[in-house]
């Protein structure tokens, strides 16, 4: 059986064989691809028109007959290698300089960005740091203080003051000069603060008289900056008192006191 071969249109056609003389089948038959005439496979020459028939490299076709037909127009395309397809081109020469030149012109833009923002960043902190060492203005402190004991016998502090959001405070409980419970920090949130629940050394509280004492230091890193940006780096706006002697190195120092008894 003939090997069949598909070409790229679907059309399905026998494998062309290449002959040469001293393969030809022993008494076959060929036509002349020049004049058409049938003659024996083994002369070299169309014995009519003297056409040469066994030139090298010349392909033939058996016939259902079992003559030999001389193929002039083959396709070969789908036996070929096909050219490699290069990628096309997305972008010009001109293209991809435009492009190149305004990333350079972002990265630069960015840069400028950030420098300023630095420089405004630098020119803000040098504002609030002289703002911080020279406030203006006074802040005379001010608490009222709510105590109450617990059934559980321990004694819970609040109050209201007019200190700023997030200042520390140091809340304790002396029994006759000594201290007998303490909380910290306890923080100032919209002008309250709230000490978690006091006990006597670890004991509840009995009858007796308490001193409350509430006290805040205002050095350079005693209180977060927030603070410190309002009362000054060392509590020098704070006034009145309740705030005790200003000192350079340690600063304002803030006390109150208030007695309580346990009935």
Request: glycine residues 8%.
């Amino acid at each position: 059986m003939e090997p069949i071969q598909t070409l790229r249109g679907g059309r399905k056609v026998a494998i062309p064989i290449p002959m040469a003389q001293a393969d030809s089948p022993p008494g076959s038959s060929v036509i002349c691809p020049s004049c058409g005439h049938v003659q024996n496979r083994p002369s070299t020459e169309c014995s009519l028109c003297g056409y040469t028939l066994n030139a090298p490299g010349m392909i033939y076709e058996r016939q259902a007959d079992g003559t030999w037909t001389v193929l002039k127009g083959i396709d070969l395309a789908s036996l070929a290698p096909r050219p490699l397809k290069l990628p096309r081109r997305h972008f010009s020469r001109l293209g991809t300089g435009l492009i190149a030149m305004l990333m350079l012109f972002l990265a630069v833009a960015l840069i400028w960005a950030w420098r300023e923002g630095r420089i405004g960043a630098t020119a803000e902190t040098g504002e609030i740091s002289q703002y911080a060492s020279h406030p203006v203005g006074t802040i005379v402190p001010q608490f009222q203080l709510q105590i109450q004991r617990s059934d559980a016998g321990s004694l819970v502090v609040s109050g209201l003051c007019n200190l700023p959001a997030a200042t520390q405070l140091e809340v304790r409980v002396f029994a006759h000069d000594e201290v007998v419970a303490i909380d910290y920090p306890v923080v100032v949130s919209d002008s309250r603060f709230e000490a978690r629940p006091l006990l006597n050394k670890g004991r509840p509280f009995t009858p007796g008289i308490f001193q409350i004492r509430v006290k805040a230091e205002f050095a350079d890193r005693s209180q977060p900056p927030s603070v410190l940006l309002v009362v000054g780096n060392l509590g020098q706006r704070l006034q009145g008192p309740l705030v005790g002697k200003q000192e350079a190195a340690t600063g304002a120092t803030l006390t109150y006191t208030e007695d309580y008894t346990v009935n």
